[in-house]
């Protein structure tokens, strides 16, 4: 390439941050703080990511045996850095982790956000070097609270913002603030997120169904039937029956949704009764950033997920989420519309 190709003009995370802040009204930098403390938290667990198959493999690194033993466990690794990111932000005062029983308090004057994460999902694809992520759903707490459950099991509506982070090839970062989605990519050289996908928009078709078929003996006659509906060719546009993908990482599964198109889903079945993502940090986030895209995201029933309140900090909820037309494929299915 030559030097007067480079573009000098790129917009990061913090300039994103900033521009976007000086629209909003009262904006202090509160949630400057929050970006940046999710901005180092997905950096410093995509490098211990990038690192760790060396590390439990070959002991290349540090002082570690070669079989790994005493390694902790990413996911593990992943959940402390991602709760001293959010500890040492100052800003943070609540913070629910899927690898965390109960919800985490930090007392620091002035903290307004409560944090829902799930620090690693898809790990157990971690050791076939398959893409995961973290994902995160983000309130402001309730005025005068001082920290409690009260914050976080409120409507998905109530969020301000939503994200999560993908670590494959490279690693990507989708956002929300409530305005459309803008993603991003991290350059490593530089150590910060570029702006590559300002105001994505998710296709509002394309015949691919992701979901777990494995379990079709556990679903419902409906959901069976609508599964059989999408690879019946005349029952489809075109003659043209859907392709299945499926990665067994939501943060992959949905990032290839968002470029590409398509349904994702996992219902709840006769196992996992009230389905198997968690609604704080896994149904909400990333049917705010479906949503923010132009998508829709609605549970078995076909509510729509932003409408559900969660009564537990864990609680579980079935998913249907993707391009527009193709959820509207399932809510006629059941007939929700
Ligand atoms: P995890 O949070 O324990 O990693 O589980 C969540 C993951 C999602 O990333 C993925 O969509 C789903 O579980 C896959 O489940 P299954 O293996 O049952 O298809
Ligand atoms: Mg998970």
Known sequence: ???????????????????????????????????????????????????????????????????????????????????????????????????????????????????????????????????????????????????????ILRQGTEMVAACYAMYGASTHLMLTLGNGVNGFTLDNTLGEFILVHPDLRIPSQKSIYSINEGNTFFWSQTIIDFIEKLKRPEDNANDKPYSARYIGSMVADIHRTFLYGGLFAYPADTKNTHGKLRLLYEAFPMAMLIEQAGGKAVNDKGERILDLIPTHIHDKSSVWMGSCDDVDKYLKHINKL
């Open 1 to 151: 390439d030559s030097l007067e190709d480079i573009n000098t003009d790129i917009i990061t995370l913090p300039r994103f941050i900033i521009e976007t802040q000086q629209n909003v009204k009262d904006a202090k930098g509160d949630f400057t703080l929050v970006l940046n403390a999710l901005g180092f938290a997905f950096k410093f667990i995509s490098q211990t990511i990038r690192k760790a198959e060396l590390i439990n493999l070959v002991g290349i690194t540090g002082n570690t045996n070669s079989t790994g033993d005493e390694q902790k466990k990413l996911d593990v690794l992943g959940d402390e850095i991602f709760i001293n990111a959010m500890k040492g932000s100052g800003i943070v005062k609540i913070l629910v982790s899927e690898e965390q029983e109960d919800l985490i308090i930090f007392h620091h004057n002035d903290s307004k956000y409560a944090i829902c994460c799930d620090p690693i999902d898809g790990s157990s694809n971690l050791d076939a070097g398959v893409s995961v992520g973290t994902i995160c759903s983000i309130f402001r707490i309730l005025p005068g609270s001082s920290g409690t459950t009260k914050d």
